[in-house]
């Protein structure tokens, strides 16, 4: 079970009333758990949310956080959007200290394809870009005029990296090289499938 898990099991244990010891061992327990928790920006799962009460609120925790916005778009069908999420999640340390992650879907969410059409008319997926926290868009996964997507090749991989490395503020080069040794190992089992 996740921390967040832990510590919603924790909080509804708790209950009303009198506290027992118990009750103080699980409120110390929460407050430890929510301490440890990543500083992580949470959207909802609701694939039908308005996009822009979504970018507004990224917008607002990078702001307070002093972070970046990692924006993907995708779609519910697109199989290499379910593979960039599974990277971001599994890597989810090395991008927290700098980055708020939203992704936005442009087919069910409201507004999500108006808010995409604001920063590109590519119609591939997932296309990410990079906004700084007021933002405005500082880099994007397009190379020329093709879109990387979820990287594979060696190639987008490449950029994939220097899009990090262009808009990093608190990670160090162990961490630009951490992000790209994560993805070049993760972008590999793609490569070998072909």
């Not at 009333?17 to 103080?24: L, Q």
């Not at 880099?139 to 991989?157: A, D, F, M, Q, R």
């Amino acid at each position: 079970m996740n921390h967040y898990g832990r510590l919603c099991l924790l909080v509804l244990a708790c209950g009303c009333g009198g506290t027992t010891d118990n009750e103080r061992t699980a409120s110390r327990e929460a407050q430890r758990l929510r301490s440890s928790m990543p500083d992580t920006y949470q959207q909802p799962v609701s694939a039908s949310a308005d996009a822009s009460e979504l970018l507004a609120s990224a917008i607002a925790h990078a702001t307070e956080k002093d972070k970046r916005i990692f924006l993907h778009f995708g779609t519910p069908t697109c199989g290499w959007c379910r593979r960039l999420e599974e990277y971001l999640a599994m890597n989810q340390a090395l991008f927290n200290p700098d980055y708020v992650i939203l992704k936005l879907d442009t087919v069910e969410m409201i507004g999500g394809a108006e808010i995409k059409s604001q920063f590109t008319d590519d119609r591939t997926a997932p296309w990410i870009a990079i906004l700084d926290k007021d933002g405005t868009m500082l880099t994007n996964s397009t190379i020329g005029s093709v879109n990387i997507g979820c990287p594979v090749t060696k190639e987008e991989c490449a950029h994939f990296v220097a899009m990090i490395e262009s808009t990093i503020q608190h990670g160090t080069q162990d961490t630009i090289d951490s992000i790209a040794t994560t993805m070049d190992q993760f972008a590999s089992t793609f490569r070998d499938e072909g």
